[in-house]
């Protein structure tokens, strides 16, 4: 299934992924820093939901209290708890 999430406090406005079987899978970045979020997006590629949320959650980005890894993870957990 593919999923939407609006992020807040980020240069990217928008996440589009997809959850397989666990699985992260199709992450895309809307706006942000195009390089380092397709980087990201290969990186998480294929690995299981929780731990891509272990890895990415809490980064900040300069003084802001997230940045866009940490939104994926955000988005990763809104939708594990509505599973």
């Known amino acids: 299934m593919q999923y939407e999430y609006k992020t807040k406090g980020t240069c990217s406005q928008r996440i589009f992924f ?3 079987d666990g ?6 970045f809307v706006g942000g820093c195009n390089g380092n979020l397709k980087g990201i997006s290969a ?3 294929g690995m299981d939901v929780d731990a891509v949320i272990a ?3 809490g980064i900040h980005c300069g003084m802001k ?5 940490d939104q ?3 988005a990763l957990k809104e ?3 509505n599973a």
Request: negative net charge; glycine residues 0%.
């Open 18 to 20: 997809e959850v397989e």
């Open 23 to 28: 699985k992260v899978k199709n992450v895309s």
């Open 43 to 45: 990186l998480v590629e």
């Open 55 to 57: 890895r990415l959650e």
């Open 65 to 69: 209290s997230t940045s866009c890894p």
């Open 72 to 74: 994926l993870a955000t």
């Open 79 to 81: 939708i594990s708890a």
